[in-house]
């Protein structure tokens, strides 16, 4: 009786035993189940987005080309009257509208690793000037000083179209969060690893939070709600693209309330020789010089004089439409070609030197 009873216990067990594990198989069955279709639907669903962002890229490109083809219109029908002054800030707008959309279409080829680098010798010093040139208007608008400072003779190996609109989308994003009668500051510095080029404003700055995210796409920071200029969320990302194409990288520093610094980090590779001559062209050719008038291009000069005292350097716009005015033998004067330089690189002491030749008698 008792083997009997130790065995009917025993069977028991097994048969609980079994049905336990019967159960448990169907459970995991059941899971295996829900996974395999919550596998299905989020496949559907990344096919879906993949769609979508396929949809996405090639609706994008199409609008900005055909953007890109309007704007190079309307460059070209307004730069044939550079007198005209509401033309001349059509043309510069629009240039600033094309370099947006350019960055659309770039930020995607330099994703895909699908842009060539046109290098070329490059004129650090041109190279800025190049692009302070494209956002004067910006800061005459704005009533913002654009201080610079790149007295070094130093030439880069680069892809100077990429990079010129790297330096006009940190220049206008300087403009764009600064207060008006502020000072940007672009500087350059020679490092052991290669060269800095560092653009500072004094605006309201990036909240801490944002910094990691400033070079995403589409990525806007919405406390910062200054400004006037058009903004896509790419240009940061561009700049970053574009610089770390040439080996580079670029960085942010920032504090809310006390400005912000955003520093391209090019690497030695890119630095070329420099011919000693050309050193010393550029050193007499620097804030400090002057240009001596003749009698007779000062009596050219003196209609224009009290007009020019009116402007201050950064209002780059009027005074380069006033530099346009001036009668056909000055047009390749020294003096104009240095208020020329001192305008579009913002050098105020320059152009200040130069205003001391022109006595203030009459105006035009």
């Known amino acids: 009786m008792g083997g ?13 035993s ?7 198989a169907q459970q995991i069955s059941e899971q295996n189940s829900q996974i395999n279709e919550q596998n299905s639907e989020l496949k559907t669903l990344n096919e879906s987005l993949s769609s979508l ?25 307004s730069s044939t009257q550079p007198e005209n002054g509401q033309m001349t800030r059509i043309h510069q707008s629009s240039e600033v509208l094309l370099s947006l959309v350019s960055n659309m279409l770039e930020v995607q080829k330099l994703e895909e690793a699908n842009v060539a680098l046109h290098t070329d010798r490059v004129a650090v010093h041109e190279w800025v000037e190049k692009a302070r040139a494209r956002v004067a208007f910006l800061y005459q608008m704005g009533q913002v000083k654009l201080d610079v400072s790149v007295n070094e003779v130093i030439h880069l190996q680069l892809d100077e179209d990429m990079m ?5 989308n940190l220049l206008s994003n300087a403009a764009k969060y600064s207060p008006a009668k502020s000072t940007v500051t672009l500087r350059l510095s020679p490092t052991p690893q290669g060269l800095e080029l560092a653009v500072a404003d004094q605006g309201e700055g990036i909240p801490e ?24 969320g790419l240009g940061l ?28 980090h090019l690497p030695q590779e890119l630095l070329l020789e420099v011919d000693e001559a050309e050193g010393k062209q550029l050193v007499q050719g620097d804030a400090t010089s002057q240009v001596l008038l003749s ?25 380069l439409n006033l530099l346009q005015q001036l009668p056909a033998d000055l047009q390749q004067s020294d003096w104009k070609q240095q208020a020329e330089q001192a305008v579009i690189s913002g050098n105020a002491t320059l152009y200040e ?3 001391q030749q022109l006595p203030v008698v009459g105006s035009v």
């Not at 079994?18 to 448990?24: A, D, E, F, S």
Request: glycine content about 4%.
């Open 4 to 16: 009997a009873v130790l065995l009917l216990v025993l069977l028991i067990q097994i048969g609980v």
């Open 18 to 24: 079994l049905r336990r594990k019967q159960r448990q």
């Open 53 to 77: 962002n396929q949809f996405k890229d090639t609706w994008t490109h199409m609008v900005a080309h055909d953007m890109k083809n309007s704007l190079n219109n309307i460059l070209s029908a």
């Open 164 to 168: 010129t609109r790297v330096l006009v």
């Open 209 to 232: 939070a944002d910094l990691p995210h400033i070079f995403e796409k589409f990525y806007q920071v919405e406390a910062r709600t200054q400004g006037q200029v058009a903004s896509n």
């Open 237 to 264: 990302t561009y700049c970053k693209l574009a610089v770390e194409a040439h080996g580079g990288s670029i960085t942010v520093q920032s504090q809310v309330g006390q400005g912000t610094t955003f520093t391209l």
């Open 295 to 319: 009698e007779e291009e000062r009596a050219a000069l003196l209609p224009y004089a009290e007009r020019f005292h009116q402007y201050q350097v950064f209002e780059a716009v009027d005074i």
């Open 353 to 355: 030197a130069l205003l």
